[in-house]
């Protein structure tokens, strides 16, 4: 049974992992210790809304996150009861997909929950800074690591070591513990597809939006994903997901750090992007957020090579670390689903 457990990662999955790990062994483990590295300076707020399913609620109200999350206020999110469907192209209802019962009750007493990620990481840290077992350190980046038949040791960008008879690789699909220990060459792929995602002001829309808090606008070859996020239905998050070049990625992520001009004017191609797409809507609305949104940001999907190695005697990889797989389907429906589970 592991006592020194280390978790790389210190995002939602990497999180989870320790708080459920501590809750799980602290009663029959004697000097339990879980210690979770993350490269970033701070608990990272990128990333935009995430949608939780009746199951995810469950599992998180068992974790003590759920509770942590309903006392922050705005930022706890709005509680969904079906995502609506609705064609790009003619504005009809396909239908949709609903996450309560014929009677409006949630499964389990659970409905769905839209919520930023970064609401949800922070109720997470909330949870897990409070655990007497459990510690979380950032300005750790893993640089490489060493197995023996009884310990793993990690190494860090800082010169710093940690030593634990159990790792967890929960860094995402740019995964280092992948990389550079678990399966050296297995690096994430760029699918060819990406998120184009924003936040708008709902005041300054003015034509009427036909959905209650969430719809996915389905394209023939893309999606687009409308999400209230807040009780006051001030702000709708917004994502596209949208074929992009590589060489486009390449020059976006060059920007980073560069003149604020620069910076703008790749936003703006954003946009543009986002306009070729769905700016010929027969919705109103979707040309009308398209328009008056003007802070976009890109993010790439990404893949695993699948049969690749994910764990190794004292190291598991988990989430997007082992397994993350690319959606491409010329339809635009899985792209929808995998919209939602962002």
């Known amino acids: 049974m592991p006592r020194d457990i280390l978790i790389v990662g210190a995002g939602i999955a990497g999180l989870a992992s320790a708080i459920a790990l501590s809750n799980e062994l602290a009663p029959v483990v004697p000097e339990l210790k879980i210690t979770v590295y993350d490269g970033a300076s701070e608990l990272t707020t990128s990333g935009g809304a995430i949608s939780l399913t009746p199951v995810a609620q469950r599992y998180l109200d068992g974790l003590g996150v759920l509770s942590e999350l309903n006392q922050m206020g705005d930022q706890a999110g709005i509680e969904v009861d079906a995502i609506d469907l609705l064609s790009v192209r003619t504005g009809r209802r396909l239908g949709p997909l609903r996450f309560t019962d014929e009677k409006g009750h949630g499964y389990g007493g659970y ?97 009427p939006m036909p959905f209650t808090e969430t719809a996915v606008h389905l394209a023939r070859h893309s999606s687009l994903l409308t999400s209230y996020c807040d009780p006051k239905h001030e702000k709708l998050f917004v994502a596209a997901i949208v074929r992009v070049s590589e060489h486009l990625i390449e020059k976006y992520q060059a920007m980073s750090g560069t003149d604020l001009a620069a910076q703008k004017n790749m936003r703006m191609s954003m946009r543009y992007l986002v306009r070729a797409q769905f700016g010929m809507s027969s919705l109103p609305y979707i040309r009308e957020i398209i328009d008056r949104t003007e802070d976009w940001m890109l993010y790439p999907v990404y893949q695993v090579r699948q049969r690749g190695k994910w764990h190794t005697d004292r190291i598991l990889l988990l989430g997007d670390a082992a397994h993350a797989v690319g959606v491409i389907n010329s339809n635009g429906i899985v792209f929808a689903i995998r919209l939602i589970q962002r």
Not at 111 to 140: F, I, Q, T
Not at 141 to 160: A, I, P, Q, R, Y
Not at 166 to 179: E, I, M, N
């Open 111 to 207: 409905k769905g929950r839209r919520v930023l990620r970064s609401a949800l990481s922070e109720a997470m840290l909330a949870v897990a800074r409070r655990l007497p077992n459990v510690s979380v350190h950032y300005d750790k980046k893993l640089v490489g690591g060493s197995t023996t038949v009884e310990s793993v040791t990690l190494h860090f960008e800082d010169g710093s070591t940690a030593t634990g008879d159990l790792v967890l690789g929960c860094d995402g699909v740019h995964s280092a513990t992948r990389t550079k220990i678990v399966d050296p060459g297995n690096r994430s792929e760029y699918t060819g597809v990406s998120f184009i995602q924003s936040m708008a002001d709902v005041q300054t829309i003015t034509g």
